[in-house]
């Protein structure tokens, strides 16, 4: 069984999942966000084999990496199968794989803030925030929106304001930070509706 990229203990690792169908310059703008503002060793795209919230299937996997691969031409992120190779159908089970096979290994979850926003809907989301550290961070239009998340609402008490962010990778869950900033409006969904990702 894999268990991802390599991982010595004591490194942070950023973990954002996601289709990435296709992967996109949000992806990487919100990638660099979190590996500045979250102070991670290393970013994984976790690329799923599909969202268990989508009815519609996204590409075939393989063309998905090869494409997040294409694009990211940084050694700080790795696109990652994982889930995949693990069987994994929800973060929180990926998660828990993670974790028991690279131990020492410090993770936070990664996410846009409009992800945030329907974050209460996830499986076992609770057990997310209360296992590993949550960053959110800045997209379009959401940023306001996703403070008032159920979420966001439930774990107000554990968010990280402010120059606090800068610990987020160091946290003892539930410990969770949104951060803003400049905002890529790139969208998976836009491209696919223009015909740019056959």
Same mark, same amino acid.
């Given at each position: 069984?894999?268990?991802?990229?390599?991982?010595?203990?004591?490194?942070?690792?950023?973990?954002?999942?996601?289709?990435?169908?296709?992967?996109?310059?949000?992806?990487?703008?919100?990638?660099?966000?979190?590996?500045?503002?979250?102070?991670?060793?290393?970013?994984?795209?976790?690329?799923?084999?599909?969202?268990?919230?989508?009815?519609? %299937?996204?590409?075939?996997? $393989?063309?998905? +990496?090869? !494409?997040? *691969?294409? /694009?990211?031409?940084?050694? #700080?992120?790795?696109?990652?199968?994982?889930?995949?190779?693990? %069987?994994?159908?929800?973060? $929180?089970?990926? +998660?828990? !794989?993670? *974790?028991? /096979?690279?131990?020492?290994? #410090?993770?936070?979850?990664?996410?846009?803030?409009?992800?945030?926003?329907?974050?209460?809907?996830?499986?076992?989301?609770?057990?997310?925030?209360?296992?590993?550290?949550?960053?959110?961070?800045?997209?379009?239009?959401?940023?306001?929106?996703?403070?008032?998340?159920?979420?966001?609402?439930?774990?107000?008490?554990?968010?990280?304001?402010?120059?606090?962010?800068?610990?987020?990778?160091?946290?003892?869950?539930?410990?969770?930070?949104?951060?803003?900033?400049?905002?890529?409006?790139?969208?998976?969904?836009?491209?696919?509706?223009?015909?740019?990702?056959?």
């Amino acid at each position: 069984m894999s268990s991802g990229p390599e991982a010595p203990p004591g490194y942070r690792i950023g973990l954002l999942g996601g289709s990435f169908d296709p992967p996109h310059e949000g992806h990487l703008h919100i990638t660099r966000q979190a590996l500045r503002r979250f102070r991670f060793n290393r970013v994984w795209w976790l690329v799923s084999p599909g969202n268990p919230l989508k009815t519609r %299937g996204p590409a075939p996997l $393989a063309r998905r +990496l090869e !494409a997040c *691969r294409a /694009l990211i031409g940084d050694d #700080r992120i790795e696109a990652t199968g994982v889930e995949a190779e693990l %069987g994994t159908r929800y973060t $929180a089970d990926t +998660l828990a !794989a993670l *974790r028991r /096979l690279h131990p020492g290994v #410090r993770f936070t979850w990664l996410m846009g803030a409009d992800n945030l926003m329907t974050f209460h809907l996830w499986e076992d989301w609770r057990w997310i925030m209360e296992t590993v550290p949550v960053g959110v961070i800045a997209r379009p239009g959401a940023a306001a929106k996703a403070r008032l998340a159920p979420a966001a609402r439930a774990f107000r008490r554990h968010r990280l304001k402010g120059a606090e962010a800068a610990r987020l990778s160091h946290a003892r869950a539930p410990a969770w930070a949104l951060v803003t900033g400049a905002t890529s409006p790139a969208s998976s969904t836009a491209i696919r509706a223009r015909g740019d990702w056959p």
